[in-house]
């Protein structure tokens, strides 16, 4: 799996808009990029997944650039609830033995 | 609600002691997933089954193992335990036999293990 790399924690004011850039320089051709959400003492929950330019579902935003060595998770108008870990995961879709392994995640505080 | 189903929610029990954690994944998922989440650690992929068979192994310890039975449900063994195997442990279940990221997995609430 490609290796990611996300900053540590992230602070907000409620109302804003969150971006989270994650890293993935070695990213295959065939890699998908996914993005969950972990709030204390619960599992992981699917936020959204991307290949390529911009993905939108009810929750959040996915920018990929063209060359889709990073991708940006974007939160709009993010509430207190929204304080979570996101991790960014890199792989290939419907490929084999490669299971979802979760990085150290980025650790978002959102702030009255 | 996630679908999938972990029992107990908590454990509180002795070094050297042996556990035994369940978990029922989402009806017609076929994959599940177990990992553990220690403070100081992040998400650890311990095993994956599918369709009862055993597809890919992360960094389980030998004292651990795991089974899916024929009605898909799995259990995690956990035994000689040590006060380090404190963790949440969690499962997860996706449709697919592969990698998950090829449809959303589904993460259970978690098995809060204490080793006192």
Redesign the interface.
């Known amino acids: 799996l490609a290796k990611t790399t996300q900053p540590i924690s992230m602070d907000s004011y409620e109302g804003q808009e969150v971006n989270i850039t994650c890293s993935h320089n070695n990213i295959a051709t065939n890699d998908?990029i996914?993005w969950y959400q972990?709030f204390p003492?619960?599992?992981?929950?699917?936020i959204i997944?991307g290949y390529k330019t911009k993905v939108t579902n009810e929750v959040a935003s996915l920018f990929i650039p063209a060359d889709r060595k990073s991708s940006t998770l974007s939160l709009p108008r993010v509430s207190l609830s929204d304080t979570a870990v996101y991790?960014c995961?890199v792989?290939?879709?419907?490929?084999?033995?490669?299971?979802?392994?979760?990085?150290?995640?980025t650790r978002l505080s959102v702030i009255a | 609600d996630s679908g999938v189903t972990q029992t107990p929610k908590h454990l509180i029990t002795a070094t050297g002691q042996r556990v035994t954690l369940r978990c029922s994944p989402r009806s017609g998922d076929l994959s599940v997933y177990w990992y553990q989440q220690s403070l100081d650690q992040g998400l650890q992929f311990l095993i994956q089954y599918y369709n009862g068979e055993e597809r890919a192994k992360g960094n389980i310890l030998e004292r651990f193992s795991a089974q899916q039975f024929p009605d898909l449900h799995s259990e995690l063994n956990l035994s000689s335990l040590e006060l380090g195997d404190s963790a949440l442990y969690f499962c997860a279940s996706s449709e697919g036999k592969g990698n998950a990221l090829n449809t959303e997995a589904f993460f259970g609430q978690g098995t809060r293990l204490t080793v006192v």
């Not at chain 1, 003492?41 to 699917?46: H, L, T």
């Open positions: 998908y996914t972990q003492s619960q599992g992981p929950r699917f997944q991790y995961l792989g290939v879709r419907g490929s084999g033995n490669t299971p979802l392994v979760f990085g150290k995640g």
